[in-house]
């Protein structure tokens, strides 16, 4: 047993120290990136856009979510629930250009995940334009997914391959090194995932994203922060902390796009591990786990493009608070400065 006594910090604990800035207008702000990623020794791909990502989960990561963030230059990480026919359907009516899809994969029950593979290769060689693969397991320390990782690569060289999820330097490192252009970043920090109070196993959100971005960035890769944003202000903090991409899950499970279930409670939202979704997809909890989500009901917040706008409204007012004139140079403009939170809990 060892104890690590540095200190790590989540969005909350943190705000961005503003700096005097030339920037006299938010609209000035680029958000836009370009991203050259690295596909073998010889050949590379660029891609040009807003790097927020809807998550691929069954409620947030659907074809009409990837339509409503076209309009944003936003990407959409579709869930892996759906079949080749609708998949065929939605696609036949996708524009060709600039497609923000990304095409889930899981891992499986074995090593290569065959069935799962073949369907894959089947809708990519039809829909030649989709050029994101997502490779989403809850834990990224198996040595298993670590050769997935690896097969995936060889299996799809053409394609931009992420990979996830992990905390950690060295397995951000173990990752790109085994094929992967971008790694997930995010154990346990999501609204609806409950691994941190059932296993108790996590990360602080904001350290995990800094310490793997460092570790990502130096050998040509990059990072996408998964969960634990709630605002736009983490969303800003995340993409100072050093993130490339981050992907939202609770924030769209409220938009008009999303599959959640209507209630008078609201519209349903799980996470991809909780009982619900076992249940839909598996027939249940296995006897050897338990369930690591939960179910929410979030308000109706209308169409995820309003939602686009808060958010990018708040990067642009973010960028423009530290003098940072493109979204690229964010993380190099950005000073944290801790909050005592704990401090400020007793007096409440």
Known sequence: MKIDNDVKLDFSDVLIRPKRSNLDSRNKVDLKRTFVFKLSETTASTWNGVPIVAANMDTVGTFEMAEGLRKSNGLCAIHKYY????????????????????????????????????????????????????????????????????????TFPDHIIIAGNVVTSEMTEELILAGANIVKIGIGPGSVCTTRKVAGVGFPQLSAIIECADAAHGLGGYVMADGGCTCPGD?????????????????????????????????????????????????GVASYRAAEGKKVFVESVGSVTLVMQQILGGLRSACTYVGAARLKDLSKCTTFIRVNNQINNIFK
């Open 235 to 283: 969303i800003a903090k995340a993409f100072g902390g050093g993130a490339d991409f981050v992907m939202i899950g609770g924030m769209f499970a409220g938009t008009d796009e999303a599959a959640g279930e209507e209630t008078e409670e609201g519209k349903a939202f799980y996470g991809m591990s909780s009982k619900d979704a076992m249940h839909k997809y598996s027939g």
């Open 83 to 154: 079949d080749e026919s609708t998949w065929d359907t939605n696609l036949n009516h996708h524009r060709q250009e600039n497609c923000n899809i990304i095409y889930t994969l899981g891992m499986g029950s074995d090593d290569t995940n065959l069935h799962e593979i073949e369907k894959a290769q089947r809708i990519l060689n039809n829909h030649k334009d989709i050029r994101f693969i997502c490779l989403d397991v809850a834990n990224g320390y198996t040595e298993k997914f670590v050769k997935y990782v690896s097969h995936i690569r060889n």
